[in-house]
């Protein structure tokens, strides 16, 4: 079949390239991708918000399946976009309606859905511009530290976790009174700090039928130690060695089931990818958010994991008969690099020549945020550039191919963290 991904990250560039693996995919196209996908997939420059433009090219190269990566088209209403139009309605998109989408684009509809289903989760209270006043003394009396969610999207940068009842008040006003994050701050959700150690869940669900991929950990913090501003993710590890199979049994029955139960019990017929960020308190799951697609670059270790032919996961997904596949898993160990644009997260410079990604072995380099010069060379062209991924027999040999790759690419003013999964390393090692 022909497949359109949409998208230009490291989580479309891993999905094109194990897309391209399956004998169930005849050509496959990108929108509008990056350097790498260019090797595995035909890039076409078509904006992934731009609805009328990708129809027209669905229906000009009878492309089969639309696989949408990112958040903005799900919660813009692609999927509504296609079912709207007789020409298109036939057309899967794996990725959830506008209505399902409210889970990542709405931080309030998020929480209430997650109380009303009994589903474990922070404590909160979602306030507005008119009721700032309320919401402030509101922060007055909770117990530090507290967090502040913007209700809507807002490009990874809308929560802050304030450690002084004063910085929770500046920061409550900033953002409904001064808009500090626009229209994704018109709410502002305020939540109990939980403490524990995260991790990344995914599910594929076909509305009715699910699969677990593999769990991932991922590094959010631009320094080492989990030091400085957060970025979109330095790096991830899978497994994660403190997400034993009773603490998954705690995820499947507390979190997963009631999740899949409580969209079908909303009239949601949800069909693609549900991430769960959650949280380890004391061994029990908590929901931090969720997402409404793979993340990143949790993707790129959790895709390689996967041995399961990918298209025919997604084809039975688009069918409803996800219960008729069965997932395999690969047991070795996943983990990649995040390499970033120095100056990262805040102000950082594009167009360097990147070298040496003829010099990886046993590492596979998936593009971030890269282009190709008509020349043909390879450039960064955004904060998180390249993501380098391998795999090993243990996590540490793992780790250790994944940052011996990063040595050996070089551009301008490269910067990557040394301590990617050393964290749950240590805890392999001793547990």
Known sequence: MNILILGSGGREHTFAWKISQSPLCSRLFIAPGNAGTASVAQNVSISVTDFKAIAQFVTDNAVQLVVVGPEEPLVRGIKDYFAAHAALASIPVIGPDQAGARLEGSKDFAKSFMQKYAIPTASSATFTYETLSQGLSYVDKHSLPVVLKADGLAAGKGVIIAQTTEEARTTLQDMLANKRFGEASAKVVIEQFLSGIELSVFVLTDGKNYVTLPEAKDYKRIGEGDTGPNT????????????????????????????????????????????????????????????????????????????????????????????????????NPAATTMLVSGGYPEGYEKGKAISGLDKIREVTAFHAATKQLPDGTVVTDGGRVLALTATGTTLEEALQKSRAAAQLIEWENKYYRKDIGLDVLYLNINS
């Open 232 to 331: 979109g993710g330095m790096g991830a590890v899978s497994p994660v060695p403190f997400a034993d199979a009773a603490f998954m049994q705690k995820v499947d029955e507390q979190v997963i089931k009631p999740t899949i139960q409580g969209l079908q019990a909303e009239g949601i017929h949800y069909i693609g990818f549900i991430f769960l960020g959650l949280m380890n308190v004391k061994g029990d799951p908590y929901v931090i958010e969720y997402n409404v697609r793979m993340g990143d670059p949790e993707t790129e270790v959790v895709i390689p994991r996967v041995k399961t032919d990918l298209v025919a996961l997604l084809q039975a997904t688009a069918e409803g008969k996800l219960n008729d596949i069965q997932l395999e898993i690969d047991p």
